[in-house]
């Protein structure tokens, strides 16, 4: 078992930039793939970005392609998130899995409790 806690969000303008943080502890990052994810109201759970424990990205999403970016070290993994967009808007929640980037969210093992993330003018 794994706990994640998210930081970082907040409200930003459109263009703007914010760096996400999703702390774990109970075991290293060395073992685990860490999933971001992110859930808009009235929509469904929407996969952004996963990192494997060997440091490989998958993207989940097209959208976030060229903006959006993820990194990890000793025990945190890092969501720097630019040229955010109103349709950025969510609740962005880390996740925890095996060594590889699953294909759907459903096979994540672990959870936070997300961080809002408010992209408006």
């Known amino acids: 078992q794994v706990q994640l806690v998210e930081s970082g969000g907040g409200l930003v303008q459109p263009g703007g930039s914010l760096k996400l943080s999703c702390g774990v502890s109970?075991?290293?990052?060395?073992?685990?793939?860490i999933g971001w994810f992110r859930q808009a109201p009235g929509k469904e759970r929407e996969g952004v970005l996963c990192?494997?424990?060997?440091?490989?990205t998958t993207y989940y999403t097209d959208s976030v392609k060229g903006r959006f970016t993820i990194s990890r070290d000793m025990n945190t993994v890092y969501l720097q998130m630019n040229s955010l967009k109103p349709e950025d808007t969510a609740v962005y929640y880390c996740a925890a899995s095996g060594v590889f980037c699953p294909s759907w969210p459903m096979e994540y093992d672990d959870w936070g409790q997300g961080t809002q993330v408010t992209v408006s003018s």
């Open positions: 109970g075991s290293t990052l060395d073992y685990y793939a």
């Open positions: 990192i494997s424990s060997s440091d490989l």
